[in-house]
C-alpha cells in the first residue's frame, strides 16, 4: 500500500523531469496553455455561478417526488417543525 502512495506522490515530479530532460528549451505547447487557461476560467465562473445561486431559507427540508394513490407528486420544500425542548431533570407542575 505504501509503494502506490509514494509512487502516485512521485508521478508528477518525474514527469516534470523527464518533460524537462526531453524539451530544456521548449516551453509548454501552446493547446495545453489555452486548455488550462479556457478550463481555469470555466471553473471559476461555475464557482462564482454557484456562489450566487438562490438557496433555501434556513428551517426548510426537501421532500423528494413520490408515488401517492397512482399519481406523481412533485418534489417540494416544506418547513421543518422544530424539534422539542429537551428536559433536564424532574418533570414540573
Do not use: H, N
Amino acid at each position: 500500500m505504501r509503494f502506490a502512495e509514494i509512487t502516485l506522490f512521485a508521478l508528477p515530479f518525474v514527469v516534470f523531469v523527464a518533460w524537462r530532460l526531453l524539451a530544456p528549451s521548449a516551453g509548454p505547447p501552446k493547446v495545453l496553455v489555452i486548455a488550462v487557461t479556457v478550463t481555469v476560467v470555466a471553473m471559476a465562473g461555475l464557482l462564482l455561478g454557484l456562489w450566487y445561486e438562490e438557496a433555501e431559507p434556513p428551517g426548510t427540508g426537501y421532500e423528494p417526488a413520490r408515488l401517492e394513490g397512482g399519481r406523481i407528486l412533485p418534489s417540494q420544500i416544506v418547513p421543518i417543525a422544530p424539534a422539542p425542548a429537551p428536559t433536564t431533570g424532574p418533570a414540573q407542575k
